[in-house]
């Protein structure tokens, strides 16, 4: 059934390159993308829900955590190629693009999200990185995808800082490897995971160091982040949409696979835990400064994706309770991100520019997506029901007692962030706007119904952690300890 | 009978020789012909290791290095520059002579790191030099201020990752040595793609060019 995935991915990206029109290209490819989609609920749900077993076959591994991304990242693949359909349809209408650039975006996005699956899917440490690092390779023609300025150098940090940062993952894998071996030569995840507690402590630290740095710098952790805010910005905004709300957590799933292991090794998950707490609260205050000075309202978003990354991998962090927030907070914000990334595509197709100071009167011009955009900043800044306000009342209670420091300085980080987002966004939304915008009231469109859809899952979120959904988190929560 | 000690001993001391030399070429076709003859020790010393300790995954992935590291990827990227007439010369923030003398304090280093504080391997050796390769391609990656020095010094690290795992491991699964060199051929490709972006936008693949988005 895994294998149905991967096959339906690589059909995508034979449509993607062989059908001869765009519109036939949209069509299969969106009909593809749902069977992708309804593939992995079939194969993640019962898993998630604990009516299968853990699935572990050939190379492959599915546990309720990694089911839990499997789904999330074929959810969004789902809605960002519907999402995509309109986007490059209104840009190949204008002429900004051609039928060439809409093969290399549908067939690139596929094999973007077939890499992404594989790599938490995969049982083996060492195939795990090679997809990870094909994420990297996949998405960067897309974040080169148009020939305008500042795309070239947005493309170029992406690609040598991440497969660098990545590389010294790898080195962290071989120390992994090294202090292993002897004992039978496989890098299979379960596998080691049932040696953890014979394997050499100082090893494993010194491969947690590397795997964080390296891994790190694909999620985004402060002071690897560099590539982020421009590689967000340049991308088309589906493609930014996948970047933020799938592809940090996928690197981020890399790191807590890691972590087991080494807690493991340890007995006990101190740590580790001081290690993501230190890079937490870094990527949360770091960020914070950057969105009150941002005059660009991709980046802006690009910066908060930092910062919840940084909210995530403290969590992680804060031992049980944590990690069930942690993955409240994972879902919540892949869906609010990707949601307020599609608003942002059609902000920046009405108004041809992602400056602040040239947008403005959305919600009058643009009332649909306005409307979305406006729903999407409260549910980030985790205003009620949001599923972020319930992982970060956790992050608060579960800093209270043991990091109060580090409490103090996150707080003061997150109402900075606030301020920025009402100081930036709310004018962008309310007050009126230069001339630069097309006359024509807004249509109710395929991306519309993805936001919604985003939308309506995030209140649905929301109110299931109150109603008894808590209990499927916290079963999915326990396959990590 | 040579003992891999000798052996590892005599390659460790000729790729360490020929990063140093690639790390302080200014002209582009010398600077590429020193990666080859880095990668062509790499490769060789696969071989050898695999050969003498019967390890038959150790001889493919030597070939398959040795077709991928040595003959395809400086073929590509010197015929790029040929036909899209890049500038010979390369550009560094910092002299040739300086860089040569910051290589040497590295190699230094991550012997010292290599004996202090890695502990449990019996070929500290390969280790050290394996780090030392890390360390030089990202001084290139630092030093350097053009397209294709920060690409090398990328493939330089990636040579010591390569030699870190023949050290500490035997090599990876071979499965796993296939992806990876599969992402790097995938790697120099959309380099070079980059590459060609760069010269046709702004006939020049200086990185002074990539330096407009900050905050």
């Not at chain 1, 790191?255 to 006990?268: Q, S």
């Not at chain 1, 400056?355 to 985790?382: N, Q, S």
């Amino acid at each position: 059934m895994i294998l149905t995935l991967f096959i339906l991915c690589v059909l995508a990206v034979l449509a993607a390159l062989l059908l001869p029109h765009a519109r036939s290209i949209f069509s299969v490819v969106s009909i593809l993308s749902t069977a992708i989609f309804a593939a992995a609920g079939f194969v993640a749900v019962p898993i998630m829900l604990g009516i299968a077993p853990a699935l572990q076959w050939g190379f492959w591994y599915l546990d309720p955590f990694a089911s839990t991304f499997l789904l999330v990242i074929s959810f969004l693949q789902w809605t960002a190629t519907l999402a995509s359909v309109p986007y490059l349809g209104y840009e190949l209408h204008e002429r900004e693009i051609a039928l060439a650039d809409v093969r290399r975006y549908f067939a690139l996005l596929n094999a973007f999200v077939l890499s992404m699956m594989f790599s938490v899917s995969v049982n083996n440490l060492g195939l795990m990185w090679v997809a990870l690092e094909a994420t990297t390779l996949a998405t960067t023609l897309l974040v080169a995808f148009y020939p305008r300025k500042g795309s070239l150098e947005a493309a170029w940090k992406y690609i040598v800082l991440c497969s660098t940062g990545i590389s010294l993952g790898l080195i962290g894998l071989l120390l992994t490897y090294n202090a292993a071996s002897g004992t039978g030569g496989s890098i299979d995840w379960t596998y080691l995971l049932s040696l953890a507690p014979t394997l050499s402590p100082g090893m494993m630290k010194l491969a947690f160091i590397f795997v964080l740095i390296g891994y790190g710098t694909k999620v985004g952790l402060v002071p690897m982040h560099a590539w982020l805010p421009d590689a967000h910005s340049r991308a088309p905004a589906p493609i930014s949409a996948l970047l933020s709300g799938v592809l940090l957590n996928a690197a981020l799933f890399s790191i807590i696979r890691y972590k087991m292991l080494v807690d493991g090794a340890l007995h006990a998950s101190d740590w580790t835990n001081w290690l993501l707490l230190f890079f937490g609260v870094l990527s949360c205050i770091v960020p914070a400064a950057f969105i009150l000075i941002q005059t660009d309202y991709k980046r802006l978003l690009a910066y908060s994706s930092i910062e919840h990354m940084g909210i995530t991998t403290m969590l992680f962090g804060l031992g049980p309770v944590g990690t069930l927030a942690a993955i409240i907070h994972l879902v919540g914000h892949a869906l609010i991100k990707s949601m307020l990334f599609f608003g942002a595509g059609n902000i920046l197709l009405a108004f041809k520019s992602t400056k602040f100071e040239r947008v403005g009167d959305v919600l009058r011009r643009m009332p649909y997506t306005g409307g979305f955009f406006l729903f999407g900043l409260l549910a980030l800044l985790a205003v009620p029901p949001s599923p972020l306000f319930l992982s970060e009342v956790l992050l608060f209670s579960g800093l209270v007692g043991a990091h109060p420091y580090a409490l103090t300085i996150v707080a003061l980080a997150l109402a900075l962030i606030g301020a920025g987002f009402f100081m930036r966004i709310m004018p962008m939304l309310f007050s009126p706007a230069g001339e630069s915008m097309r006359e024509t009231r807004e249509g109710f469109d395929v991306s519309h119904a993805a936001m919604a859809l985003h939308a309506a899952l995030v209140v649905a979120f929301g109110f299931a952690l109150w109603s008894g959904g808590l209990s499927v988190i916290s079963f999915i929560a326990s396959s990590i300890h | 009978m040579i003992s891999i000690f000798t052996i590892t001993a005599g390659f460790s001391t000729l790729m360490l020789a020929s990063a140093l030399m690639l790390i302080t070429r200014m002209r582009f076709s010398s600077f590429v012909s020193m990666f080859r003859l880095l990668s062509l020790f790499l490769s060789l010393f696969a071989l050898a290791t695999g050969y003498m300790e019967g390890e038959a995954h150790l001889i493919a992935v030597g070939i398959l290095v040795l077709i991928v590291k040595v003959i395809l990827i400086p073929e590509f990227l010197t015929r790029i520059a040929h036909r899209t007439n890049i500038n010979q010369r390369l550009q560094s923030y910092v002299r040739p002579t300086a860089l040569f003398f910051a290589g040497l304090a590295l190699i230094g280093l991550s012997f010292l790191a290599a004996l202090r504080y890695i502990p449990g391997t019996e070929n500290q050796l390969g280790l050290g030099t394996s780090l030392a390769l890390v360390m030089l391609g990202i001084l290139l990656l630092l030093s350097r201020t053009d397209m294709f020095g920060q690409a090398v010094g990328f493939l330089v690290m990636e040579n010591g990752i390569f030699l870190l795992g023949l050290a500490m491991t035997g090599g990876m699964p071979f499965l796993v040595e296939i992806g990876i060199l599969f992402d790097l051929c995938v790697f120099i490709t959309l380099i070079i793609l980059l590459v060609l972006r760069a010269q046709a936008e702004h006939s020049s693949i200086g990185t002074e060019y990539l330096r407009e988005l900050v905050d």
